[in-house]
């Protein structure tokens, strides 16, 4: 009697390990679908794809590349509103910064394992290994997130499941358990000596994740905002446009969202409506958004900030024009604020 060929749900980052598990299973001719949980804090595909001081680096969703790679189909499941939950109240804690590394990846796996069980397959399995992340990858951890999540054992992990007890794909025969590996620690030199032999060229970088939560300046940029606004709350234009730009606050009640180059720019003026901001008139320069309650008596102030990273930022007078969300534009020929005057302290 033929047996009937296996479905297995791949988590894929986009990152080198996902890639190199998901085409561990995929020479064991079992049938393949991948999930990548869109939380609006990732880099790959949005803050990458914005600036243009990489040219040379292609703009592009990492998930989606690698699906292409592997030759298989990519769901994209969007996940903010119920990530929320996780980031804000987490019961395992933040990381070194605002990371809910733990909570994550048992959201992760819950949401991908209810996946499997509506779409009719057989297990699931990521790219993790033993001592590679410091709060959900240590090997006393991985056990929680296959507990927690409800996985249990339908979870495997091939680039390290041999430092665990076998899982039901590889008791059941599904899996050969020999052609999975023993990988640990943080070194890459295995994996990337793996992508070579599989010929896989232009990776995404397998270091540092694609998690902003795990940027220091970030979380910074967001823990501000929790404490400005008196709640920890967000939604998904707050986590974007911690993103992008420069964040001065030269007064408790606004800050300044200052575009760092063209792209940044263009991306921004998706926001003009949304916020009162300022434009540089007689040079080239940045847009700013106005973040708050900008009082009257602080907007040439606010433009003398904005002049300063201008084209015209040593000449006498620069013109900024001020745009609230409703009412009439006010021009200011200004003299920029000079450079020594730029306070440390308002950069978030």
């Given at each position: 009697?033929?047996?009937?060929?296996?479905k297995?749900?791949s988590?894929?980052?986009?990152g080198?390990?996902?890639?190199?598990?998901t085409?561990?299973?995929?020479?064991q001719g079992?049938?393949?679908?991948?999930i990548?949980?869109?939380?609006?804090?990732?880099?790959?595909?949005?803050?990458?794809?914005?600036?243009?001081n990489k040219?040379s680096?292609?703009?592009?969703n990492?998930?989606?590349?690698s699906?292409?790679?592997?030759?298989i189909k990519l769901h994209?499941i969007?996940?903010?509103?119920?990530y929320?939950d996780?980031?804000i109240?987490?019961k395992?804690?933040?990381g070194?910064?605002i990371?809910?590394?733990?909570?994550?990846?048992?959201?992760?796996?819950?949401?991908a394992?209810e996946?499997m069980h509506?779409?009719?397959f057989?297990?699931i399995?990521?790219g993790?290994v033993?001592?590679q992340?410091?709060k959900?990858?240590r090997k006393?951890?991985m056990?929680?997130?296959?507990?927690r999540?409800?996985a249990?054992?339908?979870?495997?992990?091939?680039?390290c499941?041999?430092?665990?007890e076998?899982?039901l794909?590889?008791?059941?025969?599904?899996?050969?358990?020999d052609?999975?590996?023993?990988?640990?620690g943080?070194?890459r030199k295995?994996?990337?000596?793996m992508a070579?032999?599989?010929?896989?060229e232009?990776?995404a970088?397998?270091?540092?994740?694609?998690?902003?939560?795990?940027?220091?300046?970030y979380?910074?940029?967001?823990?501000?905002?929790?404490q400005t606004?008196g709640?920890k709350?967000?939604d998904?234009d707050?986590i974007?446009?911690l993103?992008?730009?420069?964040h001065?606050r030269?007064?408790?009640n606004?800050k300044?969202?200052?575009g760092r180059?063209?792209?940044?720019n263009?991306?921004?003026e998706?926001?003009?409506?949304?916020f009162p901001?300022?434009?540089?008139q007689?040079?080239v320069g940045?847009?700013?958004?106005?973040e708050g309650?900008?009082p009257d008596?602080?907007?040439?102030?606010?433009?003398?900030?904005?002049?300063?990273?201008s084209?015209?930022?040593?000449?006498?007078?620069?013109?900024?024009?001020?745009?609230p969300v409703?009412g009439?534009?006010q021009?200011?020929?200004?003299?920029?604020?000079?450079t020594?005057?730029?306070?440390?302290?308002?950069?978030?």
């Open positions: 009697m033929t047996q009937p060929i296996r297995a749900v988590l894929l980052s986009g080198l390990d996902s890639l190199l598990a085409k561990l299973i995929l020479d079992i049938h393949v679908e991948a990548n949980f869109y939380t609006g804090f990732c880099h790959s595909g949005h803050t990458s794809g914005i600036r243009n040219k680096k292609p703009k592009r990492d998930a989606l590349w699906a292409e790679q592997l030759g994209i969007d996940i903010v509103d119920d929320k996780i980031v109240n987490p395992y804690g933040y070194q910064n990371n809910p590394c733990l909570d994550c990846k048992i959201f992760m796996v819950k949401k394992f996946w509506e779409n009719d057989d297990f399995f990521t993790e033993v001592g992340r410091p959900s990858q006393e951890t056990p929680i997130v296959s507990k999540s409800g249990e054992d339908r979870l495997l992990r091939p680039l499941a041999k430092l665990f076998p899982t794909p590889e008791r059941e025969g599904w899996i050969d358990r052609k999975l590996l023993n990988l640990s943080r070194s295995p994996q990337i000596a070579k032999d599989y010929n896989f232009d990776f970088q397998p270091s540092g994740g694609c998690c902003v939560l795990t940027d220091p300046s979380s910074i940029k967001l823990q501000d905002m929790w606004r709640e709350n967000y998904l707050d974007i446009l993103k992008v730009g420069r001065l030269p007064n408790p606004y300044l969202i200052i180059e063209e792209g940044e263009n991306f921004m998706g926001y003009r409506k949304q901001h300022m434009r540089i007689s040079h940045p847009l700013s958004l106005i309650d900008i008596d602080d907007l040439e102030y606010a433009a003398s900030i904005c002049a300063r990273f084209a015209g930022r040593n000449d006498p007078t620069v013109t900024v024009t001020y745009h409703d009439y534009v021009e200011f020929v200004i003299t920029p604020m000079p020594d005057d730029i306070n440390q302290a308002w950069y978030i």
